[in-house]
């Protein structure tokens, strides 16, 4: 279960950084302790968000 939960962590990680570098998501970084990191959706991130509810859509109509 761990190396399955840590290896989709790593997905993760990797996806967010894609993002981070083709200006999709924006990060925020607080000088806080412990450090906390604010991810947000660019105005090119912003323009996903019908093909993911079209995404959600079919989910909805085709996963069980």
């Known amino acids: 279960f761990y190396l399955f939960l840590s290896m989709n ?6 996806f967010q950084h894609r993002f981070y570098v083709n200006d999709i998501i924006s990060r ?3 000088a806080e302790i412990p450090p906390r990191v604010e991810y ?5 991130g912003k323009t996903l968000v019908p093909v993911f509810d079209m995404l959600n859509d079919w989910a909805l109509d085709y996963i069980k």
């Not at 962590?9 to 990797?14: D, G, R, S, T, Y």
């Not at 947000?40 to 090119?44: F, V, W, Y």
């Open 28 to 30: 925020k970084i607080y």
């Open 40 to 44: 947000s959706l660019t105005k090119k």
């Open 9 to 14: 962590i790593q997905l993760l990680a990797v």
